[in-house]
């Protein structure tokens, strides 16, 4: 069964830097797109970005332009977040979601969630 | 980018209610519209895409429909594990953007 497992919880200081991984199992890595979307606390849902594992292909949120980075190892099949500067407003659960057959920017699986705190 | 909006933003309900959820694009996505629900603590789940199929293992008293710009999220015979929180995305084009929620109260 598809499977999406995120890396643990991070407390980071302003400015500083957060990676997030999300290890796939249970389909073949490279034959769908996959996605981060982040919710802060009490709030909706905001996509980020998408990378397509095949080729490295990105498309980000314009909004984080310049500050994330998503990368994959087709070895390991893992997707990996990076987001830079990072300022109080970033603090917010990130999910890992794998897009759904045949439609690319329909999320049909999703990772677990990671929290990630954005404090002095 | 293609802004959803849903009405209503919370809605109270009870067991055994037919409830409607709306959502709007600012722009015809044809039937490029997804639901999810959300509960508390835990990650989106898909429940609805292209409008009204519905995802293997939702219940059937799951449904949507509409096309073009106004959609609507039906569930009709609410159960106790229908109370969450419903989104709807569209899957038109990028970037992929989601309404804003409907948090599905017990009364």
Redesign the interface.
């Known amino acids: 069964q598809v499977q999406l497992v995120q890396s643990g919880a991070e407390v980071k200081k302003p400015g500083a830097s957060v990676k997030v991984s999300c290890k796939a199992s249970g389909y073949t890595f490279t034959g769908y797109y996959l996605?981060w979307v982040r919710q802060a606390p009490g709030q909706?849902?905001?996509?980020m970005g998408w990378i397509n594992p095949y080729s490295g292909d990105t498309?980000y949120?314009?909004k984080l332009q310049g500050r994330v980075t998503m990368t994959r190892d087709t070895s390991i099949s893992t997707a990996n977040m990076e987001l830079n500067r990072l300022k109080s407003d970033d603090t917010a659960v990130y999910?890992c979601?794998r897009s759904?057959e045949g439609?690319s920017?329909?999320?049909?699986y999703?990772?677990?969630?990671t929290l990630v705190t954005v404090s002095s | 980018d293609i802004q959803m909006t849903q009405s209503p933003s919370s809605l109270s309900a009870s067991v055994g209610d037919r409830v409607t959820i709306t959502c709007r694009a600012s722009q015809s996505i044809s039937t490029?519209l997804?639901w999810?629900h959300q509960k508390p603590g835990k990650?989106?789940?898909?429940l609805i895409?292209g409008a009204s199929s519905l995802?293997g293992g939702v219940p059937s008293r799951f449904s949507g429909g509409g096309s073009g710009t106004d959609f609507t999220l039906t569930i009709s015979s609410l159960q106790p594990e229908d109370f969450a929180t419903y989104?709807c995305?569209q899957?038109?084009?990028?970037?992929?953007?989601?309404?804003?929620?409907t948090r599905l109260e017990i009364k």
Not at chain 1, 44 to 47: A, S, T
Not at chain 1, 105 to 108: K, N, V
Not at chain 2, 43 to 46: D, S, T, V
């Open positions: 996605h909706g849902l905001e996509w498309n949120a314009q999910y979601a759904r439609a920017l329909s999320l049909g999703w990772g677990q969630g | 490029y997804i999810y990650a989106p789940k898909l895409y995802q989104y995305q899957s038109y084009s990028n970037p992929i953007t989601f309404g804003q929620g």
